[in-house]
């Protein structure tokens, strides 16, 4: 092969390289913060923040919308004992928020995280059945998250929704791919590969302008 063909050859490589490097990136989309453009599709749920995403039990579908009920009751001390449930609810101003313990998991509190509701229970308790009631009202509009202080750490956080004029998110849209060394998994092998294409036509081209020819050629075209 003579050497301006194998130029040609190892320049044509490496570009088709960066091509599909190019094409197997993914396209960037749109996206907004809450509201009803928010992306994603599926319902319009409140979006309790990043504070939620470790929370035992909690999902965006598993908020439960209770606006319009007079009362509605989180279990203190649910799943294993150490969440509450619904971790996320919906109510609207007048509406009475039970929060009623298992007596699993050990002693419970209830203490706000951030927000404007003004529920508190700091006293520890590990009583099956005891309640603690709050009735919202127009002053707690907005969201309020919070937690059990002997096992925050656990993962034991809820957040409270008030009323219609709350940020929102769609339903549904917490899962994520899996991640290595800070971008997505089939982004980096995309990467790994270029750059060995790349690597293996510029040792290529080396060896033809030092010798003359590819070592696997003999004689001319």
Same mark, same amino acid.
Not at 37 to 45: K, M, R, S, T
Not at 116 to 135: D, V, W
């Given at each position: ?11 044509? !490589? @490496? ?7 190019? !094409? ?17 599709? +599926?319902?319009?749920?409140?979006? $309790?923040?990043?504070? /939620?995403?470790?929370?035992?039990? $909690? ?6 919308? !209770? ?14 004992? /150490? ?31 951030? +927000?404007? !509701? ?13 309640? $603690? ?25 809820? +957040? ?7 940020? @929102? @998110? ?11 060394? +800070? ?9 790994? @590969?270029?750059? /060995? ?6 040792? $290529? ?17």
């Amino acid at each position: 092969m003579k050497r301006r063909d194998f130029m040609r050859t190892a320049g044509g !490589a @490496t570009i088709a390289a960066g091509a599909t490097a190019g !094409a197997a990136q993914p396209a960037v989309a749109s996206s907004s913060g809450g509201g009803e453009e928010g992306g994603g599709g +599926g319902d319009q749920v409140p979006d $309790f923040g990043s504070y /939620l995403e470790d929370a035992n039990g $909690f999902s965006t579908d598993s908020i439960q919308d !209770a606006r319009g009920e007079d009362s509605v009751t989180v279990e203190v001390g649910a799943g294993d004992g /150490l969440a509450f449930d619904s971790a996320g609810i919906w109510v609207s101003p007048g509406t009475t928020i039970t929060w009623e313990w298992t007596g699993e998991g050990g002693n419970h509190n209830v203490l706000p995280n951030e +927000g404007p !509701a003004g529920f508190e229970h700091e006293e520890t308790i590990g009583e099956s059945g005891y309640t $603690f009631e709050y009735e919202v009202t127009e002053e707690d509009a907005g969201i309020t998250t919070y937690y059990c202080q002997p096992h925050e750490g656990q993962g034991m956080k809820g +957040g409270v929704a008030v009323g219609d004029d709350v940020e @929102t @998110t769609s339903a549904g849209n917490e899962m994520k791919e899996p991640r290595e060394f +800070g971008v997505d998994i089939h982004e980096h092998w995309v990467g790994v @590969t270029v750059v /060995l294409m790349m690597s293996v036509s510029m040792v $290529f081209t080396f060896f033809t302008l030092k010798y003359g020819e590819s070592p696997h050629t003999s004689g001319g075209d």
